[in-house]
């Protein structure tokens, strides 16, 4: 719970919105006036598309796999990570996955049935919520999508921990070689995590944020929008993990 509040917190919107309730407090201060303005200015361009694609698209580095190819990678086995959880879902009784896990555990079900390799999944509970989201996903990708689980890691808070866990399970099979299912902007810091554990991996990132064919600007790009600002906001939290995960190595 503290770790959520913190990022949201940290994060657009509410970052924001808290430096122009601030500015609103102390409104006779010379400076209070700069940081509403500010606060305004950024909030608009975040919600920008043109300026959310600009921020998402360096962390899209790696392509789509073609659908014919996927049975020549040479993977041995697939691993999808966790991104969250669809808490006290009342359609479903309990809890579910939320939007972002189930792009991945979709994506990760096509894989296995194309490949029919063994099927891992990676998630624990950063809210200390039972049952951990590696759980809840495996029962999605059983249960909902006929997809055979070979085998669940749910004890990981991070995808440094996601690595880790995960690798030590890979390792006990002797399974080395590895199709990575994430999301396309979050992929690249989870290979490097993967990689430094030993692991040979084929990124396979979905729901990409991006345009992959140029088209030119349009107006729309112009227009802001909640979609928009929620990208931002998916780009900036993954630039502050890498940045983490970067200061806790020096």
Known sequence: MLYALTKSLVLPPVSLLLCLLLALIAWRRPWARGLAGSAIVLLLALSLPIVSHSLMAPLEPYPALLPNGLSDTGAQAIVVLAAGRYTDAPEYG??????????????AAFVQRRTGLPLIV???????????????????????LQAPVAGVEDQSLNTRENAAFTARLLHRRQLNRILLVSSAWHLPRAVREFERQGIEVIPAPTAFETRRHEQGLMAEDFLPGARSLMRSYLAIHEYLGRLWYWLKAS
């Open 122 to 144: 990676s998630g624990g509970s950063p809210a200390h919520q039972s049952p951990p989201i590696g759980r809840l996903m495996a029962r999605v990708l059983q249960d909902e």
């Open 94 to 107: 309990g809890d579910s996955i939320g939007p972002i896990s189930l792009q991945r555990v979709r994506y």
